[in-house]
């Protein structure tokens, strides 16, 4: 089984040969498109909930959505929040992307999954991702509501039944058992999940400062990865790259690449990236040209110190891809 249909892959190729024979030094690769930031969960780890009141009121609407998607040229969107099941016009936004031909991922706690799962068809272009941090004890901790592992297990099993694209996406805090998490995803390789996302959690500062010890710094995600990986025995077909992988386990250095990945939410274009939030511009080129880029990466800014998250790294890793890993890319696409 291959990662994502053959086609998606190609598309995306052109894309990147394009913006590289246009000599685009930055350009996205994923637009984090966040309909609203208002939730019906109050997650630990989570700053986008901690906002003021009147931003997690605010929300876009469809024609802003497919606006912002058009404005940036990104080949593919993930449609983030807060929750976008709470959003109203949530299927229109959806069937807006879909119709542009871009490679559609719907991020969502499962909880509302009811919603929408009847009024969506399945497109090889279209992925429910379900956020699930870990067994039903660690999940249910770290959302801060018992029973929400057993709506995200009920919510996957019903959309593969009706033929849907389904992912993870794990997130990784300190105390995590790496035996727990790769039982886990083993489990949900079985009840038929195409592909799961590993990523660490991004240290927020506006989370409440009595969980502040729950994120872990770089050596321990190292180690962390390292022991997910050898108790998951290739059993589990990952969405991350072998050389995003290689970032994670500390064999490989990268420098971020926020850009590949901007930011539209309620209040504008966020700079300088998914996580942090300096500013909101009015349009992306505004962003792009307005944002010192030298300042933030690791080594650069100490708020990006302990981040490795994927939405920062993974186009970095693929930027920086040599001709074995290029052939390394082809085998993780194809493997079963």
Not at 16 to 34: A, C, H, S, Y
Not at 80 to 86: R, S, T, Y
Request: proline fraction near 5%; charged fraction near 25%; include cysteine.
């Amino acid at each position: 089984m291959a990662r994502q249909p053959l086609g998606l892959t190609i598309d995306m190729a052109k894309y990147i040969m394009k913006q590289k024979v246009k000599g685009n030094k930055r350009f996205p690769m994923v637009l984090m498109l966040e309909p609203t930031e208002m939730c019906n969960l109050t997650c630990t780890g989570c700053g986008k909930i901690r906002q003021a009141p009147e931003v997690l009121k605010m929300r876009l609407s469809a024609e802003e959505c497919f606006a912002a998607v058009d404005e940036c040229g990104a080949p593919a969107v993930s449609i983030a929040g807060g929750e976008p099941l709470v959003h109203p016009e949530i299927v229109d936004i959806v069937k807006g992307m879909l119709a542009r031909k871009k490679l559609t991922m719907l991020c969502t706690n499962g909880i509302l999954l009811h919603r929408v799962l009847d009024k969506l068809e399945p497109d090889p272009r279209f992925t429910f991702v379900f956020h699930l941090d870990g067994k039903r004890e660690h999940h249910d901790k770290m959302v801060e509501r018992k029973g929400v592992y057993d709506i995200v297990i009920k919510g996957i099993k019903a959309a593969k039944e009706r033929g849907f694209r389904v992912a993870t996406n794990t997130t990784l805090y300190k105390g995590a058992s790496a035996k727990d998490t790769a039982e886990l995803l083993q489990e949900l390789m079985e009840i038929g999940v195409d592909n799961s996302i590993l990523s660490p959690a991004f240290t927020y500062e506006e989370v409440d400062p009595s969980h502040s010890d729950i994120f872990l710094h770089r050596k321990e995600v190292n180690a962390l990865v390292q022991d997910i990986l050898d108790n998951a025995k290739g059993k589990v077909r990952f969405y991350d790259t072998p050389m995003y992988f290689d970032f994670l386990l500390g064999k490989k250095d990268l420098r971020c690449t926020p850009w590949g990945n901007p930011t539209r939410n309620p209040k504008g274009w966020k700079g300088p990236c998914y996580l942090l939030t300096d500013g909101h511009y009015d349009t992306f080129e505004e962003m792009m040209n307005q944002t010192n880029w030298e300042e933030f990466g690791y080594g650069e800014n100490p708020r990006c110190a302990s981040c490795m998250m994927h939405s920062g790294y993974e186009a970095s890793a693929v930027g920086a891809m040599t001709p074995k890993d290029t052939w390394r890319l082809v085998r993780w696409f194809f493997a079963s």
